[in-house]
């Protein structure tokens, strides 16, 4: 939704913004389904990006999932703050469920299991990643990872193939 801006608003900053600042970043519909947003990332399992940031190394995405069980195990060089939005996850490595309505922060350095229960047909989980996530096996043996510049390949591979275009990416970047 948008509105106009009153100049002449007694309550307005009248000051300047500093030279240099990156420009905002405001996404109305960040569930929408309209459009070719949602990003195949595996067997149903999509990404939609929100934010994708290249100089502090972060990205922010809505990860929607509509299958239970084991999606992957990761080690974190950064922190993760999550909210979920709909359905419920957990981690074996902990004894509690990251339940619709859930504020989670994860530790950088942790490695953990992201799993999706049985009773789950649908979750959706904001995430915020600072760094890396490490894939690796039960034994911590490295199998791959993704950062934001991955994040940032994968989305323009996928909206290179929509009437999006491959640029469409750059709306997310800061
Ligand atoms: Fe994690």
């Avoid at 519909?29 to 939609?48: M, Y």
């Avoid at 929607?64 to 060089?77: D, E």
């Avoid at 894939?135 to 989305?155: A, C, H, L, W």
Wanted: hydrophobic residues 30%.
């Amino acid at each position: 939704m948008n509105r106009k801006v009153n100049e002449k608003d007694p309550d307005i900053y009248r000051g300047q913004q500093p030279w240099g600042m990156p420009k905002d970043l405001v996404i109305s519909k960040a569930l929408d389904e309209s459009e070719n947003i949602w990003v195949p990332l595996g067997p149903d399992t999509w990404s939609r990006p929100l934010h994708l940031n290249t100089s502090l190394g972060y990205y922010v995405h809505i990860l929607k999932v509509t299958r239970s069980g084991v999606l992957q195990r990761h080690r974190h060089s950064g922190p993760v703050h999550a909210y979920v939005i709909k359905g419920k996850w957990f981690y074996p490595e902990h004894d509690w469920v990251a339940e619709e309505g859930s504020y989670i922060f994860e530790p950088p350095g942790e490695t953990h299991t992201l799993t999706v229960p049985e009773d789950c047909q649908e979750m959706i989980t904001m995430f915020t990643v600072f760094g890396a996530l490490m894939y690796v096996d039960p034994d911590g043996n490295s199998t791959g990872y993704d950062d934001v510049f991955t994040r940032i390949e994968k989305y323009r591979e996928h909206f290179s193939k929509t009437d999006l275009g491959a640029d469409y990416v750059k709306n997310f970047m800061r």
